[in-house]
Structure formats: C-alpha cells, structure tokens
C-alpha cells in the first residue's frame, strides 16, 4: 500500500485554505486539490506492507509520546519545479522549531524500525494546493486571504489510493496530539 505520515489540518484552517485555493484558481490553471486531501506531511513512506505499516505506527507512537498541539502559521506561496506541465503549488508554513523536531523524531523513529520513507528531502513543511498549476506570467496574483495561525492536534497514517481524478487518503491510524 502507498502510504505517508501527516498532520490533518483543523477544520477552520481547512476552510480558510479552501476559501484561498478558490480565489487562487481564478488565476490559476491547475489540478486543484480537494479541501479534503489539505494535510502537512511528515513523512512519506511510499508502498509498505502490512509488516512496514505496523513498525510506522510503532514509530508514530514513540515520537508522538510527549508531543503537543503543533504551531502551523503560514508564511506565503511556494511552488515546486517549472515542468512544461506546470508545477506544484503549496501553502508554505513555518518551520517551527517543536514542528521541525516532531518530524525529526518521526522520521528517527521509522529509521530505528527499518521503515524506509522519502529521506532524500529535508523536512519542508506545506500544503499542497494544486498540482500542475501554471501561474500567470508577468501578471500579480490575486491579493489572498491566508488563513490564521492554528494547531495541528493529530498525527496520522494514511493510505494513499491514486485515482484517475487525484488521490484518496484513507486514515489508518492516529495520535491525538496532548492528550
């Protein structure tokens, strides 16, 4: 199964995102995502077993044990490449210091158990808004409503169904965060 480690997002934040994301596809050629995808990754796994999905949720145990409620605060817009087919459009959130360390943890975590994830990549916290979007060149952007600063409450396993329309994400296992 293809799988990633996440926060899910808090339902005003998750509202507020879809609120810019509308405003931003009037400008914006794109494959937007749906407000229901809205997550931050921690860690992406990519295709696990059973065995490996276990030792994620092990993982996720120990590395959430003591952990909080998570500061996310947005920062700005950023993409990802400039392929002809556009590039990843995301909502860049701050790199807190107890954020950053959460997904060091995790990620130490999974290292400890084997599980093998995307670790060519430092931890770059953000929401992915579309895909293949392509800005307008040499035209500003709409002035956008950036949601306020929130918590992130929960970690979570997901499996990821690719689709012909996008992805899925099932929940298969999460941690509240201080409780």
Do not use: Q
């Not at 808090?10 to 009037?26: G, K, M, N, S, Y």
């Not at 092990?58 to 590039?87: H, S, T, Y």
């Not at 970690?155 to 298969?172: H, M, N, Q």
């Amino acid at each position: 199964m293809r799988a990633f480690i996440a926060f899910e997002m808090p339902e005003e934040f998750v509202d507020d995102v879809a609120a810019l994301a509308r405003r931003l596809a009037r400008s914006v050629d794109g494959r937007f995502v749906p407000a229901e995808n809205y997550h931050l990754t921690l860690a992406f796994l990519g295709e696990v077993g059973e065995v490996g999905a276990r030792a994620a949720m092990d993982a996720m145990d120990e590395a959430c044990r003591a952990a909080g409620p998570m500061p996310i605060e947005v920062e700005g817009l950023g993409a990802f490449g400039k392929r002809a087919g556009g590039a990843g459009l995301w909502l860049d959130v701050a790199k807190d210091a107890e954020l950053t360390a959460l997904a060091e943890r995790i990620r130490a975590e999974l290292d400890e158990r084997g599980v093998a994830y995307d670790g060519s990549r430092s931890f770059l916290p953000h929401v992915t808004l579309a895909r293949r979007a392509k800005l307008p060149a040499g035209t500003a952007l709409p002035e956008l409503p950036f949601p306020l600063p929130c918590e992130a409450r929960s970690v979570t396993l997901f499996r990821s169904y690719l689709e012909k329309d996008g992805a899925r994400y099932k929940p298969l296992y999460t941690i509240d965060l201080g409780e």
